[in-house]
């Protein structure tokens, strides 16, 4: 596929695909991810403090700075999950929040992410990142993003009779 072919959105992926590379991060390895719990049990039989272990989809990203809000859709459903820079990098270097989190990654990427299950001050069961990592770099708009973007022009552009 040239990148004629290809939309602004599937080239930017592509150049952040490389970048990923350069700063050597394999966007595809290989290895099996250690699940340990599905969203919908960690919801159901909520445990402050207990240990976790997902792996799914990035459905939406919040950034708030220093840390962000996200919502990952494993097999079984979605859970919010909340990255803090200083928590998954606690050294100097913070490459992996400020530069792998907030600019290379992008909805539809799966990662994997391991920390501990606490309740927000809105009382939304949420896991608070200690280790994130990537497991595979999506390259095409998924399914849910074609789907709004078609409803948002549909919305915006008026229909011809």
């Known amino acids: 596929m040239s990148t004629l072919e290809l939309s602004n959105q599937e080239i930017q992926r592509r150049e952040k695909l490389n970048r990923l590379r350069d700063l050597g991060i394999n966007p595809y390895p290989a290895d099996l991810y250690p699940v340990t719990d599905y969203s919908t049990d960690i919801k159901k039989k909520f445990e402050d403090g207990k240990e976790v272990c997902i792996a799914g989809r990035m459905m939406s990203n919040r950034d708030m700075g220093k840390a962000a809000f996200a919502e990952i859709q494993d097999a079984e459903g979605r859970i919010q999950i909340y990255v803090n820079r200083d928590e998954?990098?606690?050294?100097?270097?913070?490459?992996?929040?400020?530069?792998?989190?907030?600019?290379?990654?992008?909805?539809?990427?799966?990662?994997?992410?391991?920390?501990?299950?606490?309740?927000?001050?809105?009382?939304?069961?949420?896991?608070?990142?200690?280790?994130?990592?990537?497991?595979?770099?999506?390259?095409?708009?998924?399914?849910?993003?074609?789907?709004?973007?078609?409803?948002?022009?549909?919305?915006?552009?008026p229909t011809q009779n």
């Open 88 to 157: 998954i990098c606690p050294g100097e270097d913070k490459t992996l929040y400020n530069q792998v989190f907030k600019k290379l990654l992008d909805l539809g990427d799966f990662i994997g992410v391991k920390g501990i299950v606490f309740k927000t001050k809105v009382g939304e069961t949420s896991i608070k990142v200690k280790e994130l990592t990537l497991l595979s770099k999506s390259l095409n708009l998924c399914l849910f993003q074609k789907q709004m973007l078609k409803e948002m022009c549909t919305m915006l552009l």
